[in-house]
């Protein structure tokens, strides 16, 4: 799996359905106005994420993050407003996540990140794998192909099978542990809110991607043993405890 990167977009929201404070006696609750029970202020990232490498010695070569991309753009205010003049840049998150902008994410964000921070002693043979969500066409245009194949590369992207989120890292448990970072914050708007997610994914540990991999590979076997099926149940593996008695599966 050294060659294999895993991609996927969640939805961030600025106030979810509950939060958890913990509130000195004279505190007042925290309280956040928002237009409709119906209207939640949220942004779609895309998180780029490898399997964390390690040399002979157990030293960290590379911790596996790439980066995590917002789907958001930049427009100039037309009116003014108590928080900013007319014609100031504005922030505003893309609500249509479609195959054309999946595309443009691809091509000018991250392949440019996997090629600018791809490990020099592995071979350049990529393998990006996502799920089977409709606006995941894999394009076959010149411009796509030569952006793969550029400086020696060969990029390749495939399908994860079908309802198996368990192949995929994002969704087994990375996701969660970049949400419950960011849920450590108040952020106050969308700015607020882009900055403390991107903050997250670069503050999570490596070891927790590195467990999270392992839990991968259990999940595969497990499919193994279910003849392909997904009625399985991902058991425990105390990981901690084994990796200090150093026999934690590669």
């Not at 901690?240 to 934690?248: H, P, R, S, T, Y």
Request: proline residues 6%.
């Amino acid at each position: 799996m050294n060659h294999v990167i895993h991609i996927d977009e969640k939805w961030f929201y600025l106030n979810p359905d509950k939060r958890r404070f913990y509130l000195l006696p004279k505190e007042k609750n925290p309280y956040r106005a928002q237009q409709t029970r119906r209207f939640k202020l949220k942004a779609m990232f895309m998180a780029i994420i490898g399997k964390p490498l390690y040399d002979t010695n157990g030293e960290l070569l590379q911790d596996g993050k790439y980066v995590i991309f917002p789907f958001t753009i930049k427009e100039r205010a037309k009116k003014s407003s108590k928080n900013r003049a007319a014609g100031a840049l504005v922030i505003k998150a893309l609500q249509n996540v479609n195959r054309e902008v999946i595309r443009d994410m691809l091509l000018t964000k991250v392949i440019p990140e996997i090629v600018s921070k791809w490990p020099e002693s592995l071979p350049k043979n990529v393998v990006i794998q996502w799920d089977n969500a409709r606006p995941h066409q894999i394009p076959r245009d010149e411009e796509f192909i030569v952006a793969t194949t550029a400086n020696g590369f060969n990029i390749q992207i495939v399908f994860q099978p079908t309802q198996s989120p368990n192949l995929n890292v994002l969704d087994l448990g990375l996701f969660r542990s970049i949400q419950s970072l960011q849920y450590h914050y108040f952020p106050s708007n969308l700015d607020e809110l882009v900055e403390k997610v991107i903050e997250s994914y670069d503050t999570f540990k490596p070891q927790v991607n590195k467990y999270i991999w392992v839990t991968l590979q259990r999940c595969m076997i497990k499919i193994l043993k279910a003849q392909g099926g997904n009625k399985y149940k991902i058991s425990h593996m105390n990981k901690k405890k084994v990796e200090n008695l150093g026999i934690l599966p590669d």
